[in-house]
């Protein structure tokens, strides 16, 4: 089977596509992004650089990690085996799943972003573009969502610009992806602890001396 990523990781397109920017794993960006299509001022992107040093509980996590064949070979036979139980994917119908369609390019760190924002209780101020994307495709395919959101210029000119959860669990949400996985319950107190350990054993340990990995984490933001 083919990488659902070689559209990303063997072609730059030109200026003259219709293929979105890659969007820096940088926490100043992914909040400039962020603020300017809807997440609440109060909620803030951290570098995140392991366990207990943060100042705020980690509401969500986002991982740059390399394409590599490792990492592909790994997460196919994952969700080979996922695909194979009986309605896998009703557990995570309340989720805002976005596919991530071959016309956004190298869009990945956008749609993560996107995936934080739209399915972090609270995150999003009334009246902006992701409260309007998010009721308009409510009742939408994850297909569905990313073919109307890669039409969206309000996303794709913000996005190139600056080049709610019914039960608490640690979920992965990758556009490239047939759906979210899960990967079990969590709470507020135990998340970050899980969330690494699953990066931990589905990642890090694939690929042990790859230098590729960075990891960001959003958290409410610190009073001044």
């Not at 557990?91 to 924002?117: D, E, M, P, Y």
């Not at 490239?176 to 589905?202: A, C, M, R, Y």
Request: with cysteine; net charge negative.
């Amino acid at each position: 089977m083919s990488d659902p990523l070689d559209f990303v990781k063997n072609e730059t397109p030109s200026l003259d596509q219709s293929a979105w920017l890659a969007l820096e794993s940088n926490p100043k960006v992914f909040d400039e992004f962020a603020k300017k299509v809807g997440l609440a001022d109060r909620f803030e992107f951290v570098d995140y650089y392991g366990l207990g040093i943060l100042k705020q509980p980690a509401l969500a996590f986002l991982l740059l990690f390399p394409c590599s064949d490792n990492l592909f070979d790994y997460q196919q036979k994952q969700e080979d085996a996922l695909q194979e139980i009986p309605d896998y994917l009703k557990r995570s119908k309340h989720l805002c799943f976005v596919k991530q369609v071959q016309g956004f390019g190298n869009a990945c760190g956008t749609i993560a972003c996107l995936h934080v924002c739209l399915n972090t209780h609270g995150a999003m101020d009334e009246t902006t573009p992701l409260r309007s994307f998010q009721e308009s495709s409510n009742s939408s395919t994850p297909q569905e969502r990313g073919e109307l959101l890669n039409q969206l210029d309000a996303f794709k000119c913000v996005s190139d610009t600056v080049a709610d959860a019914e039960t608490e669990r640690v979920i992965k949400l990758d556009g490239t992806k047939f759906g979210p996985i899960d990967h079990g319950t969590s709470s507020l107190e135990d998340f970050e602890e899980k969330t690494w350990g699953v990066i931990q054993q589905n990642f890090l340990r694939v690929e042990p001396d790859s230098l590729e990995f960075s990891l960001m984490a959003l958290t409410y933001k610190e009073e001044s």
